[in-house]
């Protein structure tokens, strides 16, 4: 299964659970297996939005956001190997540490998006978002405001 | 307990675990109640770095940062309340969704910060960070590469 230069933990991090997630809601998206895009830039290239569709009880937490605010969301991306530390994925140069790299694949497989409101329902929970990179389905576990002065490493410039 | 404007979810998401987190090692800093920033720009500003150290088995995932890199460390700032989904934080400016706001109070207590590689040592899986608003001994759950073409929103300018 493995691919050149992988390399495995000598256990599998979902045999030591220390802490635990509830599912706040779902994205909903064009993408699935082999045919979502690499990233979200590519995503956003696509051009095809998304949205985030809350649980009940969750869209109380919205109040003090509005469209055209950035966020930050966090998705639970488990596909079921979570004991790679050294990976090749396809399309990537080479081998390099799961904590170098993006991929799904890592000991706690949450992914992080930032991406821009473009609709926003307060009674329903419903979320409309420019781009994602996620399946359609993608258990969410968090929403963060984007907040340049701490989001933004020091001396970064376009 | 509640300060003005609060909401309770009807239910505490800690009753409805779905998924799992292991804990891939710990922040070292300065910090504990009482005594850590409001947030990491004033971390910064204080000038106190901190480390992460991870645990035994997980240094191989550092192959590919290098010093002077930034990576977004996600962390577990768990306070015993999960169910809190409208807060009035001390220092903000009225009461505000949890999801508009940055407080470690949230459904899944998961906190965010995009920092600077000051030191790496690949053997023993110590980490330099520029600065941290954690307080000693938080756990880490994920080290990931900061990506200016996804992590920076569509359009925003210094």
Same mark, same amino acid.
């Given at each position: 299964m493995s691919r050149e230069g992988e390399a495995e933990l000598p256990f599998d991090p979902a045999? +030591?659970?220390e802490? /635990?997630?509830t599912f706040i809601g779902h994205i909903r998206s064009p993408w699935g297996p082999g045919t979502a895009p690499r990233n979200l830039r590519a995503a956003r290239e696509s051009g095809e939005g998304a949205r985030i569709e809350l649980r009940d009880g969750y869209a109380a937490g919205l109040a003090g956001l509005e469209?055209?605010?950035a966020i930050q969301?966090?998705?639970w991306v488990d596909r079921g190997v979570r004991n790679l530390i050294v990976q090749n994925p +396809?399309?990537?140069? /080479?081998a390099k540490g799961t904590f170098?790299?993006?991929?799904?694949?890592?000991?706690n497989p949450i992914a992080?998006?930032?991406v821009v409101i473009t609709s926003l329902?307060?009674?329903?929970?419903?979320?409309?978002?420019?781009?994602?990179?996620?399946?359609d389905g993608t258990p969410v576990l968090d929403i963060k405001p984007w907040i340049d002065t701490v989001d933004v490493p020091p001396g970064w410039r376009p």
């Open positions: 045999d +030591r659970i802490a /635990g997630l469209v055209g605010r969301v966090l998705y +396809r399309h990537a140069d /080479g170098a790299l993006r991929s799904p694949v890592r000991p992080l998006g930032t329902d307060r009674d329903t929970g419903v979320i409309g978002i420019d781009a994602t990179d996620a399946w």
